[in-house]
């Protein structure tokens, strides 16, 4: 709880976050790591962050903790207050079980000190089956409530979504909207029906939704917003989370999720075709920016749940329109930057045409993705290596239709309360809480962003830049003798034919 002797918490958000006891979901996630790694340093006075996680792949909670700890992205962590480590307590559990798989133990010690609960665990795969993500994302955001509710001195429930929640709009405002279905149903149907058959039911339960995540979402809001009534709640629905632009790393990223995925399949010149528009942006946040939201949102959460006022809001997480790249533009500047710091193992000429028309696409994929992956496949295994490349196109082309919705179509959206939370930060934690875009360098940035995927995703070592610069060459010399040769053979076969 809050020290009223210590400084006033309205003036200080570090103030605010001592002594209390944060209950986090999907800890290992993206946005949790960097969640840790931002609480424990900026706000070292906090008193325990208790972390929901399971056992996975053969490792202990214990080893997988340890694991994730020694990642670069703790190193200033590490090297200015080592010792709130210890402040990270490991709770046993899983979101996809019901009651979020916690031991009557674990509970009635969650319920006796949490303050603060940051529910951000979800599977975000576009294509997970329905049932796995309403018992996931929506049952978990239930379960998370009825904890909640029995948690005498919890003073903020921070809920985080996503920005296209609600894609049926056109401008998504900072409101909650009428959810697609109703969750108590819907999380009956998942807990009773065999997954083939809820399958079956998949496309008529989405009623348009473009995947079973955002559906999940979209449901999980409706339960917030409900339980808002006898609980202070809020919504932090972040755009498409990217690298991160400042803390504690410029560049961080740990994942190949959303553009930065296609972007690198194509620097990796596997990308030469995407099924998309040229003439839609897409908004991105940086994830710190994204932590920054969540810290404040809670912050002004926990200070209005002191007053007998309605404490529910939603911030709408996102970058300004000004900042927002045409996806055209997005590509060019990344082809530009990679040209200068190439990946390490390119397959192909660094290139992308964008198709709207899917007739085109689908034959340009199996001419300039299928065609040259056989052959790549066909040199690497004569030379004693693993055919990979064709395995790669099957996930690029998957990956674009799941992405088919977003690449063309674009929304507007109001971020009034999220500029407002920034108005309110104290001047003394301005430069902790940054969120000023207006001076931002947008090259610098996506070319942190290039190194951050090089360093943090392909453990490539930078001062092998010439020898990656040098491999380039060769496959452009490679792939313009491949399309001589071909064209050749094309115009002899024509000779060939008006000649006989």
């Known amino acids: 709880m809050i020290d009223k002797n210590s400084i006033d918490p309205a003036m200080s958000v570090p103030a605010f976050y001592a002594g209390q006891s944060i209950f986090l979901t999907g800890a290992t996630?993206?946005?949790?790591?960097?969640?840790?790694?931002?609480?424990?340093?900026?706000?070292?006075?906090?008193?325990?962050?208790?972390?929901?996680?399971?056992?996975?792949?053969?490792?202990?909670?214990?080893e997988r903790l340890e694991k994730m700890l020694n990642l670069p992205i703790y190193d200033k962590l590490r090297?200015?207050?080592?010792?709130?480590?210890?402040?990270?307590i490991l709770v046993s559990g899983d979101t996809s079980q019901e009651n979020l798989g916690l031991s009557n133990i674990d509970r009635q010690m969650l319920i006796e000190r949490v303050t603060i609960i940051?529910?951000?665990?979800?599977?975000?795969?576009?294509?997970?089956?329905?049932?796995?993500?309403?018992?996931?994302?929506?049952?978990?955001t239930r379960d998370i409530c009825i904890l909640a509710k029995s948690m005498k001195n919890l003073i903020a429930l921070v809920y985080v979504s996503t920005a296209y929640s609600h894609l049926e709009n056109p401008i998504i405002e900072e409101k909650t909207y009428p959810p697609i279905a109703d969750w108590?149903?819907?999380?009956?149907?998942?807990?009773?029906?065999?997954?083939?058959?809820?399958?079956?039911?998949t496309t008529k339960c989405l009623n348009n939704i473009p995947n079973t995540y955002i559906f999940s979402k979209n449901l999980a809001e409706s339960i917030i917003q409900e339980y808002s009534s006898f609980l202070p709640c809020t919504i932090v629905r972040p755009s498409i989370v990217i690298h991160s632009l400042r803390d504690p790393i410029p560049g961080w990223i740990d994942n190949f999720n959303g553009p930065i995925g296609l972007l690198i399949a194509g620097a990796k010149g596997l990308l030469q075709v995407l099924y998309a528009s040229n003439n839609i942006s897409q908004n991105n946040i940086p994830v710190d920016t994204v932590i920054n939201i969540i810290i404040l949102a809670t912050w002004k959460l926990g200070l209005t749940t002191l007053t007998p006022e309605s404490?529910?809001?939603?911030?709408?997480?996102?970058?300004?329109?000004?900042?927002?790249?045409?996806?055209?533009?997005?590509?060019?500047?990344?082809?530009?930057?990679?040209?200068?710091?190439?990946?390490?193992?390119v397959f192909w000429t660094r290139s992308t045409l964008f198709v709207e028309n899917s007739i085109i696409y689908y034959i340009l994929i199996l001419l300039w993705h299928i065609l040259p992956a056989i052959i790549i496949d066909s040199v690497l295994k004569l030379s004693g290596h693993k055919a990979m490349v064709l395995g790669l196109q099957r996930k690029i082309f998957v990956a674009n239709r799941a992405l088919k919705h977003f690449l063309f179509n674009e929304w507007k959206f109001d971020n009034a309360n999220s500029r407002g939370l920034i108005s309110l930060v104290p001047s003394g934690n301005r430069e902790m809480f940054p969120d000023d875009f207006s001076d931002i360098d947008i090259k610098n940035s996506f070319r942190n962003n290039i190194i951050g995927s090089?360093?943090?995703?392909?453990?490539?070592?930078?001062?092998?830049?010439?020898?990656?610069?040098?491999?380039?060459?060769?496959?452009?010399?490679?792939?313009?003798?491949?399309?001589?040769i071909i064209a050749i053979g094309i115009l002899w076969m024509i000779y060939k034919w008006i000649c006989s």
């Not at 609480?39 to 996975?56: A, G």
Request: hydrophobic residues 40%; glycine residues 4%; positive net charge.
């Open 454 to 484: 090089k360093k943090y995703l392909f453990h490539e070592d930078l001062n092998r830049l010439d020898a990656a610069k040098t491999h380039c060459k060769r496959v452009d010399r490679f792939v313009a003798t491949f399309k001589t």
């Open 29 to 62: 996630g993206f946005l949790g790591k960097v969640y840790i790694e931002k609480i424990l340093r900026f706000c070292p006075d906090v008193r325990e962050i208790f972390i929901l996680m399971r056992p996975k792949k053969g490792l202990s909670l214990n």
């Open 311 to 345: 404490t529910f809001f939603v911030v709408n997480c996102i970058s300004p329109d000004k900042k927002n790249l045409l996806l055209r533009e997005f590509c060019n500047m990344g082809f530009k930057i990679t040209r200068e710091i190439p990946f390490e193992g």
């Open 118 to 140: 940051i529910h951000n665990a979800a599977s975000v795969k576009f294509n997970d089956s329905l049932k796995h993500v309403i018992l996931t994302n929506t049952r978990s």
């Open 79 to 88: 090297e200015e207050k080592p010792s709130n480590f210890k402040k990270l």
């Open 184 to 201: 108590r149903k819907m999380i009956k149907v998942a807990e009773s029906l065999d997954e083939h058959i809820l399958n079956i039911f």
